[in-house]
């Protein structure tokens, strides 16, 4: 696999992203969006598809944003199956307080929630000492 983990987020959240790719990138994680793959004139989903096929697992921050989505949704969708069917991580991350799906919260999750600092450096460690272990 070319990347650690595909991040799957509503463009209302790239503050949040921007910062926790950049935590996860220090930590050593090889982070893929679809902000890394678009290339002008490439067709958004072909790229984004690939991306997900060159992550060995996925990451979806949930936010009101996000949940209301039709992207993030079925970049959901896609993750979901890739971890029932082959066993690849999908790690749920709270960036607001939403409910999450029903199989989303069959998952542990990380939360984001109002976190700085050390506390998301905490947050990055874990996450990303997941990522390392995961099969």
């Known amino acids: 696999m070319t990347y650690d983990v595909f991040v799957s987020y509503s463009h209302d959240d790239k503050n949040l992203v921007k910062d926790l790719v950049e935590r996860l990138g220090r930590r050593g994680v090889r982070v893929v969006r679809d902000e890394v793959v678009m290339r002008p004139g490439t067709p958004l989903v072909h790229a984004v598809e690939q991306a997900i ?26 993750l979901m199956q890739r971890s029932i069917e082959n066993g690849q991580l999908f790690i749920p991350v709270l960036a607001d307080d939403v409910p999450l799906p029903e199989l989303a919260r069959s998952r542990f999750y990380s939360d984001l929630r109002d976190v700085t600092g050390e506390v998301f450096d905490q947050r990055a460690d874990a996450l990303a000492e997941a990522l390392r272990v995961a099969p």
């Not at 060159?54 to 996000?66: T, Y």
């Open 53 to 78: 096929r060159d992550a060995a697992h996925g990451l979806l921050v949930f936010s009101e944003a996000s949940m209301a989505s039709g992207w993030v949704t079925n970049e959901y969708y896609v």
